[in-house]
């Protein structure tokens, strides 16, 4: 009898959860996004490279095939993002050097990036949605991002902003997006 009961209160969790999802959608829907126009192949950040042989595990590839997104997942979406930025402390590159890493609980744009990937990987979103990007800041300064590729276009979850935003609202430039970590490591630029 209590296996039903528990099995009942799943169900229950769960519906109260979408229903919520869905609400949350529709007070808080996306903003209208694009595709990342790929312009030529290029070679992955050193760092990059250096925590892909310390990580193995992250070695796949990156098809581009965009997830529907549904309200379940912008839902996940926001709160992983909100997890990450709050939860975590900003600890800036030491001597100027990048290193990309998920210990501990703080670290720069690089982990908060990492860390927002491992999180929605953990909630079943596939790791072929979610590259890292590079691209300078407003001040011209290196910076790293999760993106996720959905159906409504290719969405950012930044260290530095509270909302996740389409990539073309955001006023960074020089961007780089991963593509493949399988045989070869490749990039590519990105026009905006």
Known sequence: MKHG?????????????????????????????????????CKPPSEYTEYLKRN????????????????IDWYNMCEVNDTINYGSKY????????????????????????????????GGIKRANLPLATCLNEQGLPHVVLCITTSEGV?????????VLPWNKI????????????KELLWSQVTH
């Open 5 to 41: 009961k528990n099995c009942v209160l799943n169900m229950i969790k769960t519906l109260l959860i979408n229903a919520y999802a869905k609400i949350f959608w529709w007070c808080n829907r996306p903003k209208k996004a694009t595709a990342m126009p790929h312009v030529t192949l």
């Open 56 to 71: 193995p595990t992250y070695r796949t590839f990156y098809v581009g095939v965009p997830m529907l997104l549904r309200p």
């Open 91 to 122: 600890k800036g590159s030491l001597h100027g050097k990048d290193s990309w890493s998920l210990e501990g609980s703080e670290g720069n744009c690089e982990y908060y990036a990492i860390k927002k990937r491992q999180l929605l990987l953990d």
């Open 155 to 163: 969405y950012v979850l930044d260290s530095r902003f509270d909302e």
């Open 171 to 182: 006023n960074y430039s020089s961007w780089k997006i991963e593509l493949s970590t399988n």
